[in-house]
């Protein structure tokens, strides 16, 4: 695989949640080595900081929880302060929650879920479209990608929660997608089969064992390969596509 950038995001603003780590974190260096600014939103402020000392001033970190709304304004203001415009949205942000099954499901680790995986990337997008609106009268172009999962589409066993949170989260991505589809903003989300990341450590040994035996080609995806789908996502060169989902799974999608 190749980590080779092909794309030109002189002049724009990315704001990536959950930027500090995993397949956000793939996002960001890519964005940077291909000319953007980037806002990273992670709730990890240690990750956070580290990300600053690593980009220095090409990148402007912020603490937020977005599952809150009063949060995710905050951040809004202050990476507006940093770029006065943003001209993509990626929604990396998430979370597994516990293994375990439907019935045996902790309501409040359910509502976490939820709250983080779709509230989070409603609040996000409510947050952003109405200054990405404005700005893509004069500029013609918005992009939002949401990072969802194969499990969002078949489900999971004993991961319940995630598999429909993330399914709410390809139903919101064709609602935004219809109805921005004349203001020159396209709204698409990815379904990547498993990745290594740390999200990993919130996962049993046998459900990750379980998730390799579904993917065709016997290994789990890499952050810099889903990193490269969202750098189209997220380009000019994707002109004609919203509303839509993109599988990257190794084989695993049948649909």
Known sequence: MTNTVRYDFSGKHAVVTGGAAGIGQACVEQFLAAGARVSIWDRDPQALRAAQDLHG??????????????????A???S??????IDILVNSAGITGPNATVVDYPLSEWD?????NVRGTLLTCQAVVPGMKRAAQGQGAGRIVNIASVAGKEGNPNASAYSASKAAVIGLTKSLGKELAQTGI??????????????????????IDFMLSKIPMNRFGAPPEIAHLVMWLSSDACSFSTGAVFDISGGRATY
């Open 57 to 74: 001033s090409k990148v402007h970190t912020v603490q937020v929880d977005v599952s809150d709304a009063a949060s995710v304004a905050q």
């Open 76 to 78: 809004l203001a202050s």
């Open 80 to 85: 507006t302060n940093f770029c006065a415009h």
């Open 112 to 116: 976490r879920v939820f709250a983080i």
């Open 186 to 207: 396209t709204v698409n989300c990815i379904t990547p089969a498993a990745v290594r990341t740390g999200m990993f450590a919130q996962m049993t040994q046998e459900h």
